[in-house]
C-alpha cells in the first residue's frame, strides 16, 4: 500500500493535466449532471496490488 500512496502525484497529476488547456482558455471539465461549486471536499479511491 506504500508503494500506491507514493505512486499518487505521478498518477493525478497526468489527470488532471487533461483537463487544464495549454493556454489561457479556462479549465475544460466535461458536463455534470450536478452543480460542481457545491462539492466540498473530494475523496480520491483506488486499490491495485492491495486489493
Keep these: 500500500m506504500q508503494e500506491e500512496i507514493f505512486e499518487q502525484p505521478?498518477?493525478?497529476a497526468p489527470t488532471?493535466?487533461?483537463y487544464l488547456p495549454q493556454?489561457?482558455?479556462p479549465?475544460?471539465?466535461p458536463?455534470?449532471?450536478f452543480d460542481?461549486?457545491?462539492i466540498r471536499r473530494v475523496a480520491?479511491?483506488?486499490s491495485r496490488t492491495a486489493f
Excluded: E, G, Y
Design 44 to 46: 480520491i479511491v483506488a
Design 31 to 33: 458536463l455534470f449532471d
Design 23 to 25: 493556454s489561457d482558455n
Design 36 to 38: 460542481i461549486s457545491k
Design 16 to 18: 488532471l493535466r487533461s
Design 27 to 29: 479549465i475544460a471539465l
Design 10 to 12: 505521478t498518477v493525478v
